[in-house]
């Protein structure tokens, strides 16, 4: 499974992105999907997860409230949506999978994902 991350860019304070991930590959539906970012200096941090159908989410403290995880396993897709953007969220942004049954729980760690796309910078100027 190959993914790759887009829609990454410049944007100011309070504004709003959608970055996307589209996965490859036959199985990519069975992935348990989720964001992580990585800001300057910083270790690389979760964000957000996904269950296979798309029923559950989970969200670390910082984004809830602003950003929403959704898939589209029609077109192998997950997306971000990530709206009130403050500067703090200024990072690389990480789309990753693992494959798991379908009723595990949601994975919040780096270890437990087995494919990584190759991440996309979003800048929030004050």
């Known amino acids: 499974v190959q993914l790759q991350a887009s829609g990454g860019g410049l944007v100011q304070t309070g504004g709003s992105l959608r970055l996307s991930c589209t996965a490859s590959?036959?199985?990519?539906?069975?992935?348990?999907m989720g964001w992580f970012r990585q800001a300057p200096g910083k270790e690389r941090e979760f964000i957000s997860a996904?269950?296979?159908?798309?029923?559950?989410?989970t969200y670390t403290d910082a984004v809830k409230g602003r950003f929403t995880i959704s898939r589209d396993n029609a077109k192998n897709t997950m997306y971000l949506q990530m709206n009130s953007l403050k500067p703090e969220d200024t990072a690389v942004y990480y789309c990753?999978?693992?494959?798991?049954?379908?009723?595990?729980?949601?994975?919040?760690?780096?270890?437990?994902?087995?494919?990584w796309g190759q991440g996309t910078l979003v800048t929030v100027s004050s």
């Open positions: 590959g036959r199985t990519a539906s069975r992935l348990t």
């Open positions: 990753a999978g693992a494959s798991v049954i379908n009723t595990a729980p949601l994975r919040t760690q780096e270890h437990e994902y087995d494919y």
């Open positions: 996904i269950s296979r159908g798309g029923g559950r989410t």
